[in-house]
């Protein structure tokens, strides 16, 4: 992507020799997943770099349940601080052992950013590029819970942005980044989307309930949407004070939904997303919604 600037190769697992005896004014670690990566890479850098940027996530939190979570929240812990099994349980314990690693090396020096779910262009998983593609087709859309449920996210640029600001102003410490300021709602998100995508499609709200009862499962088979009633509610109410009162700032939710649905586009026809309903699933769902609420 930028060929003008120089290159260095390695491998994160065993070989950093291309960083050895350099200087930098910055790290930004976005690819440090595994503990000992990190570990490696800030004990390596320690002494040679003016800032270490590490890109951890608000699934770091022990207690997901708490709205309003703000960085001073409790973080999980691996059970096993050895372990390098990469399954969903041991994600954030993973990357709250990382923070660890950097702040050892970079005890003043240091800016840890949480992010939320990261979306736009480019998103590998579909979580919300689900909605303008599904609001672009029209018809009857499944919409789950209630208008008022929240939602977080956060425009893979306005992160990227915020990102070198953190650079150049140097924003050190912890920070939640996720979105928007002001709380977003499944309604609002759902009538933005019909809104720009020019869609006639007609929203029927579902219970949680019912949802419940077809284990139907947030998040995946509904993506963006967390029932109020969760012991997840608090992943999409995150406190992000401290990132917008340093300058965090968020694109109009129309443009996110232009930028996720004309970069579908461009991926092989037919191809299936990765989250959400099956058309034929939301079809059967919304029969029987149907049925429950006449009889």
């Known amino acids: 992507m930028f060929p003008q600037v120089e290159q260095l190769l390695g491998d994160r697992d065993n070989d950093l020799k291309a960083l050895e005896g350099r200087t930098w004014d910055a790290v930004i670690d976005n690819s440090g997943y595994i503990p000992r990566w990190v570990k490696q890479s800030a004990e390596l850098l320690k002494g040679h770099v003016g800032q270490y940027l590490y890109m951890s996530s608000i699934s770091i939190y022990a207690d997901n349940s708490i709205v309003g979570q703000s960085e001073t929240g409790r973080v999980q812990k691996l059970k096993d601080p050895t372990s390098e099994d990469t399954s969903a349980s041991n994600y954030g314990g993973m990357k ?85 300021y002001q709380q977003l709602t499944m309604g609002s998100l759902l009538k933005t989307v019909r809104e720009t995508t020019h869609s006639e499609a007609e929203l029927v709200w579902v219970s949680a309930e019912f949802l419940k009862r077809e284990k139907v499962s947030p998040w995946t088979d ?13 992943f999409v109410t995150v406190d992000v004070n401290k990132a917008v009162n340093t300058g965090l700032q968020f694109r109009p939710l129309s443009v996110t939904v232009q930028d996720a649905l004309a970069w579908y586009r461009t991926m092989d026809d037919g191809l299936p997303l990765k989250a959400g309903l099956t058309r034929e699933r939301e079809k059967e769902l919304l029969k029987k919604w149907k049925l429950f609420n006449q009889g």
């Open 96 to 180: 709250a052992l990382s923070e660890d690693y950097v702040r050892a090396s970079f005890p003043k020096t240091s800016t840890l950013i949480r992010p939320g779910l990261v979306v736009g262009a480019g998103d590998p998983t579909d979580r919300f590029t689900y909605w303008p593609v599904r609001m672009f087709e029209g018809g009857e859309v499944l919409a789950p819970g209630s208008p008022n449920d929240p939602v977080q996210f956060i425009d893979v640029k306005d992160l990227a942005q915020w990102t070198i600001e953190a650079i150049e102003q140097k924003h050190l410490g912890t920070y939640n980044v996720t979105g928007p």
């Open 222 to 234: 509904l993506p963006l949407w967390v029932p109020p009633t969760s012991d997840m509610k608090g």
